[in-house]
């Protein structure tokens, strides 16, 4: 069921990237990783991740222009209308208790999800780290919120391919620098929570399986129905649903994905290569 919904509060996150709230209310309440489908009336639907819920019922989605409707959202106003279906997907699960280290990695909009999910660890005590990576300082997303923290559970790092902001490089190189400053036996408690390009996931994944560490990723796929119906966001070889398994999957069942990493669908169904 669609529900129409009003824009009351629309901020600038950075070039191309806009963060669009909206009140829903609390009879549903999403939990980090889950996604709505956004419909823009005389455009399109498409899903987007959940980047934070407060307890006023107010919901947000953060939207990078890269296609016809992304551009129609970004180009609405507080006061306009869109549709919400929704939520939908699996969560990010609450670390145990026994865990010495958290990670949360994500490139670009990526950060969209897990900065729900930092709000989360927030209120749960959690002490975390927050590695957030992009192409240049310009594509980086909620700095004031995370680089600013006053909260000593919090600890944040960014990374550019251009060093314009941060470390020069890649997120996953200057995550494989903060685990090798921990003890061997700490690394099997050790979680990390990502989402971003999937080039830079698998890597990601490749690190974690080497190590021992338990991984859990959002992945991406084109979706139409986000219930299952279109089979567009199918996963070889397993026939997994991205939007109905998914969208979080853990390192034994990304182990079990062929496509990950290589391989996804267009509109059509056709693979392409990632």
């Known amino acids: ?54 307890e006023w019922g107010n919901w947000s989605i953060t939207v ?92 944040f790092f960014c990374s550019t391919d251009d060093g314009s902001y941060g470390q020069k490089g890649f997120a996953t190189e200057l995550f494989e620098e903060k685990i090798s400053e921990i003890k061997y036996d700490d690394l099997k408690n050790t979680i990390v929570y990502t989402c971003g390009p999937e080039i830079m996931m698998y890597h990601l994944f490749q690190i974690c399986k080497k190590q021992g560490i338990e991984l859990f990723a959002s992945l991406e796929r084109i979706m139409r129905c986000g219930c299952g119906l279109c089979g567009l966001c199918a996963i070889d070889p397993v026939g997994i649903l991205v939007c109905k398994d998914g969208p979080i999957f853990n390192l034994s069942e990304l182990n079990k994905m062929d496509d990950f990493g290589k391989y996804k669908r267009d509109f059509t169904g056709k693979k392409i290569k990632i």
């Not at 669009?20 to 609390?26: A, D, E, Y």
């Not at 279906?85 to 280290?101: A, E, I, L, V």
Request: hydrophobic residues 40%; charged residues 20%; contains cysteine.
């Open 64 to 155: 990078k222009n890269v296609g016809e409707c992304t551009n129609a959202l970004q180009n609405l106003n507080i006061g306009d209308f869109i549709g919400i279906r929704g939520p939908f997907g699996n969560y990010f699960k609450m670390p145990p208790k026994t865990s010495k280290h958290i990670f949360l990695i994500g490139g670009g909009i990526g950060m969209a999800p897990l900065k729900f999910l930092v709000n989360q660890l927030k209120e749960s005590a959690f002490k975390f780290k927050v590695i957030e990576g992009a192409k240049s300082k310009n594509e980086l997303i909620y700095l004031v919120e995370l680089f600013n923290t006053k909260n000593k559970n919090i600890e």
């Open 1 to 54: 069921m669609i529900r129409t919904v009003k824009i009351n509060h629309i901020i600038r996150e950075c070039t191309g990237i806009k963060t669009i709230s909206f009140k829903l209310g609390n009879n549903i309440i999403p939990k980090p990783g889950q996604f709505v489908m956004v419909w823009v009336p005389g455009v399109d639907e498409i899903p987007m991740s959940i980047s934070n819920y407060d």
